[in-house]
């Protein structure tokens, strides 16, 4: 059973940085595509980034020049490294195996709780 569990969220104000971590369980990481998504109030679920297993990565226009999805296979461990964050960052963030084949408006709470980023201007 996959089993991701979501940290580091946390309120800041804009321009600062946080990072946040994804220890996954239950499946083979290195060989994983994973994902951090957010969701905000009233807002669908959207992706910010990913990263395969060979560490090829792809970031939401959003996220480029200010967000670095990485990984530690070692620690089964996916991480969003935030900087310059804007108030329209404010959002539950969640990671997400990327191969579970389910549409992407799912990926938000599927597995976990997520983790609450709060910018304030």
């Known amino acids: 059973e996959v089993q991701l569990v979501e940290s580091g969220g946390g309120s800041v104000q804009a321009g600062g940085s946080l990072r946040l971590s994804c220890t996954a369980s239950?499946?083979?990481?290195?060989?994983?595509?994973m994902g951090w998504y957010r969701q905000a109030p009233g807002n669908e679920c959207e992706l910010v980034s990913r990263?395969?297993?060979?560490?090829?990565?792809f970031y939401a226009d959003s996220a480029k020049g200010r967000f670095t999805i990485s990984q530690n296979n070692a620690k089964n461990t996916v991480y969003l490294q935030m900087n310059s964050l804007k108030p329209e960052d404010t959002a539950v963030y969640y990671c997400?195996?990327?191969?579970?084949?389910?549409?992407?408006?799912?990926?938000?709470?599927?597995w976990g709780q997520g983790t609450q980023v709060t910018v304030s201007s």
């Open positions: 997400a195996e990327e191969g579970t084949p389910i549409a992407t408006i799912q990926r938000c709470g599927y």
């Open positions: 990263i395969s297993g060979d560490g090829r990565t």
């Open positions: 239950g499946f083979t990481f290195d060989d994983s595509e």
